[in-house]
């Protein structure tokens, strides 16, 4: 006779052990997601309003590197990146604005292609401000989001100089 103890003695069998642990993991995984949402990321209409306004100031700043470029063909070649990445911060502030729709703002024109660098340097570093000034009333990714762009914009305005 065989000296091995029977199934019952030997306690759980490895598939029991592997479904048990799916179905504990499962279970931690609906608990970590489930957690209501952090007061911070609610948006209050003044806080929705604010962002929308920021929306404007970065199409504002998209248009004026567009402005900039075709008073000085050479500048703009020069920051053709930079606008690019005006673009994509600019779909990102929209992506996070409930209710933000495109409008084509007017930037003004720059005097001329000798002037048009240092149009465009302030222009960005309006926006720049004007992106840190709201991050304040903001929390939560908004406010990271706006104090990211507007470091980037004063990365930007630093290119410029």
């Given at each position: ?8 003695a030997r306690?759980?069998?490895?598939r029991?052990l ?10 931690v ?14 948006v209050t209409?003044?806080?929705a309003d604010e962002l929308?306004?920021?929306?404007g100031?970065?199409e ?8 900039a ?6 500048l703009?070649?020069?920051v053709a990146?930079l606008?690019a990445q005006?673009g ?8 996070a604005?409930?209710?933000?729709t ?5 930037p003004?024109?720059?005097?001329s ?8 340097r302030d ?10 000034t709201a ?5 939560g ?14 990365g ?6």
């Amino acid at each position: 006779m065989s000296s091995l103890p029977s199934p019952a003695a030997r306690g759980f069998s490895r598939r029991t052990l592997l479904a048990a642990s799916a179905a504990g993991l499962a279970v931690v995984a609906v608990g970590c997601t489930s957690a209501p949402p952090d007061e911070r990321e609610r948006v209050t209409g003044a806080q929705a309003d604010e962002l929308l306004g920021q929306v404007g100031v970065q199409e504002t700043l998209v248009a004026a590197y567009t402005a900039a470029g075709a008073a000085d063909p050479g500048l703009a070649g020069e920051v053709a990146d930079l606008a690019a990445q005006a673009g994509e911060q600019l779909e990102r502030l929209r992506d996070a604005a409930p209710g933000a729709t495109p409008s084509s703002p007017s930037p003004g024109t720059p005097p001329s292609p000798a002037e048009a660098r240092a149009w465009l340097r302030d222009q960005v570093a309006t926006a720049a401000t004007s992106h840190a000034t709201a991050c304040v009333n903001q929390s939560g990714a908004r406010a990271a989001l706006l104090g990211s762009i507007s470091a980037g914009l004063r990365g930007q305005d630093g290119r410029l100089a």
